[in-house]
């Protein structure tokens, strides 16, 4: 977190580059913080600057792959970035299933609300906008609850508690996420 938080101001320029949907920006960054959190499980990097752009790369590359509907500028810049094809191996899916079902006790153990956010974002794939629509609460609530929720999993995922952090003391909202 040390060396990956500051280089958010430049993670977000490349996106907004690179990624024609504003929309996503924010969904962009949190799938690459979670990306990279998943990395270091396996190993710290030497140059953390080199491998978090690479990361973000992949991670364009992967979403233009996915779409539904590729534009010809999109096919004009994964041919410019050099695309290289995934090869999924027996040790690759077996590593995942067990990382899904550890992510499966760690989003259990969050508070209602804040778990109903994370899944309603990452697995179903709704926009912030969407999941605040959906739930009746202001988009800064949603954006809260991910960022609590988020950090509460890859705490968890590190070996740690999960427990969502709460605000230092002193501060006017220091009320855990999940507790309306």
Known sequence: MREVLPLEPLLMRFFRRNWRNESDLVDLRQELYVRIYESGLKGLPSQTKPFVFMAARNLLINHVRRARIVSIEAVADLDAMNVAIDMVTPER??????????????????????????MLRRIEGLSQREVAAQLS????????????????????????SGKIER?????????????E
Request: glycine share 12%; hydrophobic share 35%.
């Open 167 to 179: 605000k230092p003391k002193g501060s006017r909202k220091h009320e855990a996420v999940g507790h």
């Open 137 to 160: 609460v202001g988009e800064d609530t949603v954006e809260k609850h991910m960022m609590y929720g988020m950090r509460a999993l890859i705490n968890f995922m590190l070996g740690g």
């Open 93 to 118: 899916e077996v590593t995942a299933r067990d990382e899904l079902r550890q992510l499966q006790i760690g989003l259990n153990n969050l508070p209602p609300r804040c778990r109903e956010v994370v």
